[in-house]
Every structure is written in C-alpha cells, then in structure tokens.
Nanobody, 119 residues
C-alpha cells in the first residue's frame, strides 16, 4: 500500500523560510514524478512544484524564484524549500506521486500539511 507522509509544515512569519519533506513507502513500480500541490481555503488545488524522474522541474507561477523542489530517488523522498514566504502562500500543502503502472499512470496523495504565513 502506497503511503505519502509529509512533514515540516507550521507557522512562519512573512519573509521567512520553511522546508517541507515527503517520504513515500510501499512503492513497487516506477515513479514518473513527485512534487507538491497546495489548496487555500475557498480555492482550487494548484500546482506548486513537480520534479520528474528525468530531473525536469515545473513550478507554479506564484512560487517561481522562491521555492525549490528536490528529490532523492534512492529514498523515494521529495522536499520543498520555500523562501520569502508571504500570506498568499498560506495553504494545506499536499505531496503527490505519479506512478507508472501497466495500465497507465496513477496519482497518489499525502494527507497534507498546513503552512501558515502570518505575523
């Protein structure tokens, strides 16, 4: 059974930094990508950052230049370094993993970790 466990969320002041981590277990298939989405109250879930197995990265427009996604393929972990945080970054952050199965791909999700940016 695939499990994604996030850690590192919390309260941070505007301009501060935070690092999120996600560890995947129960992986018995190729991983196509790992990354992060977020959802703020009353808003749709949106892309934060993804890193593919080949090393290609993609970022949401609002976080480009401030956030960095990294991945340890050997440990099946993905991290998100978030710098210069602002109130608009407040959201629940979800780790996601896309697995390659015989019949196609499947997306897995963690339970989410709260990030609150406030003074």
């Amino acid at each position: 059974q695939v499990q994604l466990v996030e850690s590192g969320g919390g309260l941070v002041q505007p301009g501060g930094s935070l690092r999120l981590s996600c560890a995947a277990s129960g992986i018995g298939f190729p991983i196509l990508s790992m990354g992060w989405y977020r959802q703020a109250p009353g808003k749709q879930r949106e892309l934060v950052a993804l890193r593919t197995a080949s090393g290609r990265t993609s970022y949401g427009n609002s976080v480009k230049g401030r956030f960095t996604v990294s991945r340890d393929s050997a440990k099946n972990t993905v991290s998100l370094q978030m710098n210069n945080l602002n109130a608009e970054d407040t959201a629940v952050y979800y780790c996601t993993l896309r697995g390659d199965h015989d019949v196609g791909y499947h997306d897995y999700w963690g339970q989410g970790t709260q990030v609150t940016v406030s003074s």
